[in-house]
């Protein structure tokens, strides 16, 4: 069983259109993280949210923090070819240092 | 390029044997950090190292075992390599300070047993 449950695992959407992954989790975090990993690369840090409600904008890509800490959003306007990859959400419980990753959300954008 | 190196990148080896993957991390950060990444089990923690010293320990098995040496590289051992042990073997560091689970990824070593 996955702490950081994703969904939807896949997305298949066309340039132009918007789409939301999501991650959720019964505990509670001190911090999420998204990251993107294409093929064959590691991933690479997007943002960190830290406050529970807070909002992060980056150009296209919005990221929000729940209320209560245990779930996360991640939200693509207008999404673009270059917006293809993995999405990783990950984070460390309040009660544990590890940090643990979401099993991934695969977005593939069609031009 | 996020700072952090690992060689080889590619590693084909037979089953029984026995391996090495290196890592460099980010010019200062203390911490590294092993995953293994495969197409079943996803992005998977094995162990971190601070300083030199063993810090956390994740699904990591007892065939694999690591090191953090006094110029802050890290070296992940895997021995009596079995095909299920074919993945992409991940390394990442992370600021001493700060927000000190934002973690930085190397580009990684894919790994096939024969």
Known sequence: ?111 | DSGVTQTPKHLITATGQRVTLRCSPRSGDLSVYWYQQSLDQGLQFLIQYYNGEERAKGNILERFSAQQFPDLHSELNLSSLELGDSALYFCASSPTSGRANEQFFGPGTRLTVL
């Open chain 1, 1 to 111: 069983t996955q702490l950081l449950e994703q969904s939807p695992q896949f997305l298949s959407i066309q340039e132009g259109e918007n789409l939301t992954v999501y991650c959720n989790s019964s505990s509670v975090f001190s911090s999420l993280q998204w990251y993107r990993q294409e093929p064959g690369e590691g991933p690479v840090l997007l943002v960190t949210v830290v406050t529970g409600g807070e909002v992060k904008k980056l150009k296209r890509l919005t990221f929000q923090f729940g209320d209560a800490r245990k779930d996360s959003s991640l939200h693509i306007t207008a999404a673009q070819p270059g917006d293809t990859g993995l999405y990783l959400c990950a984070g460390s419980p309040t009660n544990d240092y590890k940090l643990s990753f979401g099993a991934g959300t695969t977005v593939t954008v069609r031009a």
